[in-house]
């Protein structure tokens, strides 16, 4: 293992102590002195990282547990260096891991009661009240992935018996080994239907939101694919449907959302919907995507932030003009007008441009949909560089077909439907099936006090069974209190009649014994 992705779990030591993020800033620009440039995936996460943590020094500034926030958002970006770094799959394992226990640690960043850290408008549903609480969201989350990391750890032990410990020597895969894999990565990127978590995971504070949705966490989904895609490439048609399937669902949901950071949750899940359709069928294309989204998911979440940060409202009316142009660049990229975004579209079918209509119409209700009001600030000027990390690579000309997609815009303002504001009421399916179990619970308990009450009315049964475990239970109660009590006893005696010179002399005698062997040897 390379020492990179050690460096942030040392600096996750100082900066729990220092409470200030100057490990995170010095082990990011260490790991890329370390790493160098040209892998893109590796410079997406380390650049994003840096760029959050420096706006994290502004938007934590006053923050309560700015040391928990510290420490864990460092341990976010170890267990991803970890994850896209390790070759061997137990490294790998560690670090996706690592990742869940560090985005269950940073949803609970805010405290139960804090404005900030709650999702939802209140409002009540059919079998619970449309409000998470960091606790709730929290225990969403690290509920629903650990299902996904108890697979992925059973997956690659069956095909690390099979081809051996390093990923890269990895081949056609048995079923089971392959569908839990799938499975893995599907849970970890958030597709259906495993969806909802990454809503409620808004409750963190809005840096780790940008690190999440970007570079970390959600992405490490298709990664996992694009990584294995040989070793899938019998089964790339599951990946290429759920993927599908997920891009409709997260895209028309986001359409509707009044909260903006579930906005853009949503709309995470359609493009990495889009990234697994393609991550064992065109690799290539999956990465692109992966990369044009990250910087523009970066800067739309920073963007996006200012707004809260500065309003201290989870539904801001308007946002900055430096806001709103990094907002105008980021869906520049996502319709495929920036060389990132060039190079990903040009990768697609044409079919593709369905998903660019609805990113045109989501984004444009923060664009157009919102007041403009304030000037520069460092958050928002940080949004703007992160949205401008997308102007970089080889120039390319856009296909002028992508511009088609800007007829979404109409789609700024929807017609209000509940049910697609609801998500279609997939929450209320999981509240539905909590409140299942709770029956099951409470069924459960009475055949218990049922069979309580039978064992009671067979006293002769259940004295004999007294007895027996009374028994028993001197019996080890005279061995340890008796037996061995006056075994140390007698020992100790022993030892204690033993002049101390014969301590020295046996001492000595050992040390000389040893020195030579030594010399033998």
Request: glycine share 8%; no cysteine.
């Amino acid at each position: 293992m390379d020492l990179a992705p050690l460096l942030p779990f040392i600096a996750a030591v100082v900066d729990a102590w220092s409470r200030r993020g100057v490990g995170a800033i010095a082990s990011a620009l260490a790991v890329i002195a370390l790493t160098g440039l040209g892998d893109r995936l590796l410079d997406l996460l380390n650049f994003v990282f840096l760029l959050t943590a420096v706006y994290s020094l502004w938007y934590m500034k006053n923050a309560e547990r700015a040391g928990w926030y510290w420490a864990w958002l460092d341990a976010f970006y170890g267990s991803m260096l970890l994850f896209l770094t390790s070759n061997n799959w137990l490294w790998a394992l560690a670090g996706w891991g690592g990742l869940d226990a560090s985005s269950w640690a940073l949803i609970l960043t805010y405290k139960d009661g804090d404005e900030l850290g709650a999702v939802g408008d209140g409002r009540a549903g059919r079998f619970a009240r449309w409000l998470w609480m960091p606790s709730d969201s929290a225990l969403r989350a690290i509920a629903t992935v650990e299902l996904g990391t108890a697979a992925l750890a059973v997956g690659m032990a069956i095909a690390a018996a099979q081809y051996g410990p390093e990923i890269s020597s990895w081949r056609a895969l048995q079923p089971a080994a392959a569908f839990l894999i799938m499975l893995a990565a599907f849970v970890k990127s958030a597709q259906l239907p495993f969806t909802d978590w990454l809503m409620t995971a808004m409750s963190a504070p809005t840096p780790v939101s940008a690190l999440l949705h970007s570079a970390t966490m959600v992405a490490a989904g298709p990664i996992l694919l694009v990584r294995l895609h040989q070793a899938l490439e019998p089964y790339w048609a599951y990946a290429f449907i759920v993927g599908l399937i997920t891009a409709a669902y997260g895209g028309l949901i986001a359409l509707w959302q009044r909260e903006p950071k579930i906005l853009l949750a949503a709309s995470t899940a359609s493009y990495l919907g889009l990234a697994t359709a393609f991550s064992v069928s065109s690799p290539a294309a999956a990465t692109s995507l992966i990369v044009a989204h990250g910087f523009a998911k970066a800067s739309l979440f920073m963007a996006v932030g200012e707004a809260v940060h500065e309003r201290g409202t989870r539904f801001p009316e308007g946002y900055s003009l430096p806001a709103k142009a990094a907002m105008a660049l980021s869906l520049a990229t996502l319709l495929g007008f920036t060389p990132a975004g060039a190079e990903a579209k040009g990768l697609m079918p044409e079919w593709e441009l369905a998903f660019s209509a609805l990113t045109a119409g989501y984004i444009g209700r923060l664009v157009l949909g919102a007041r403009t009001e304030g000037g520069l600030t460092p958050l928002s000027a940080i949004a703007l560089i992160a949205a401008a990390l997308a102007l970089s690579g080889p120039p390319s000309a856009p296909d002028l077909l992508w511009s088609a997609a800007l007829a979404g815009l109409a789609l700024y303002k929807p017609p209000r439907l509940e049910a697609m504001e609801r998500r279609l009421y997939l929450p209320e399916l999981f509240a539905a099936a909590g409140r299942a179990l709770a029956v099951v619970a409470v069924a459960v308990g009475r055949l218990d006090l049922r069979l309580d009450r039978a064992l009671l009315r067979a006293p002769s049964a259940w004295l004999a069974l007294s007895r027996g475990i009374a028994g028993l239970d001197k019996a080890v109660d005279d061995a340890l209190h008796v037996g061995l009590v006056e075994a140390v006893k007698k020992l100790s005696s022993r030892l204690a009649s033993i002049d101390v010179q014969v301590y020295a002399y046996a001492a000595g005698a050992s040390v000389l014994a040893v020195f030579v062997a030594l010399m033998l040897l």
